[in-house]
T-cell receptor, first 116, second 113 residues
Framework: ETGVTQTPRHLVMGMTNKKSLKCEQH?????MYWYKQSAKKPLELMFV???????ENNSVPSRFSPECPNSSHLFLHLHTLQPEDSALYLC???????????????FGPGTRLTVL | GDSVTQMEGPVTLSEEAFLTINCTYT??????LFWYVQYPGEGLQLLLK?????DKGSNKGFEATYRKETTSFHLEKGSVQVSDSAVYFC????????????FGDGTTLTVKP
């Protein structure tokens, strides 16, 4: 595998379910990100991790819980979601969290989440 | 704070037409600038980048020049193809902002044969 992979690609869940999204990067990067992309809305940054430490949490509801066990893996644990949480969830990684070309981001294909 | 404003879409062009998608930015420091492209059903991928003033990024026939005096990074292509149909995002990265990239809202381009 190369680049950034995400599983599952599609997920349908009820509001009472608990599920997890998985992201893996094979690029040796130190920073990883979760974004939410909703139809007709700007890309929303949710969480930023650097060297497995969370460095940013953009006022995301607690029903979204990130986990970064190592610099190659990032999870997003979901529980008691709402229908308005239906969106494409994108994972990305970058070399580091400094300025310059190192902060070019590499995105996974996304998980299309539907909450019923 | 940092911000990116890009041309609203959607943009519809005929094949071989000239493309311009405008992008202007506001940043406190000296950001790096990027154009990303998102094809249907996929994540974003980097199209081109520029790290300092007057740099020109280019890739696949697309070009953009980092203009510090006008705080702009407009995307251009001389002759678009149907396969260029996608959503284009202008973005900046400001190292003083915890490595966060700021994205524009995206411009949807449709190229008709």
């Amino acid at each position: 595998e190369t680049g950034v992979t995400q599983t599952p690609r599609h997920l349908v869940m009820g509001m009472t379910n608990k599920k997890s999204l998985k992201c893996e990067q094979h690029l040796g990067h130190n920073a990883m990100y979760w974004y939410k992309q909703s139809a007709k809305k700007p890309l929303e940054l949710m969480f930023v991790y650097s060297l497995e430490e969370r460095v940013e949490n953009n006022s995301v509801p607690s029903r979204f819980s990130p986990e970064c066990p190592n610099s190659s893996h990032l999870f997003l644990h979901l529980h008691t979601l709402q229908p308005e949480d239906s969106a494409l969830y994108l994972c990305a990684s970058s070399q580091d969290i400094t300025s310059g070309s190192y902060n070019e981001q590499f995105f996974g294909p996304g998980t299309r989440l539907t909450v019923l | 704070g940092d911000s990116v404003t890009q041309m609203e879409g959607p943009v519809t062009l005929s094949e071989e037409a000239f493309l311009t998608i405008n992008c202007t930015y506001t940043a406190t420091g000296y950001p790096s600038l990027f154009w990303y492209v998102q094809y249907p059903g996929e994540g974003l991928q980097l199209l081109l980048k520029a790290t300092k003033a007057d740099d020109k990024g280019s890739n696949k026939g697309f070009e953009a020049t980092y203009r510090k005096e006008t705080t702009s990074f407009h995307l251009e292509k001389g002759s678009v193809q149907v396969s260029d149909s996608a959503v284009y995002f202008c973005a900046l990265s400001d190292g003083g902002n915890a490595g966060k990239s700021t994205f524009g809202d995206g411009t949807t381009l449709t190229v008709k044969p």
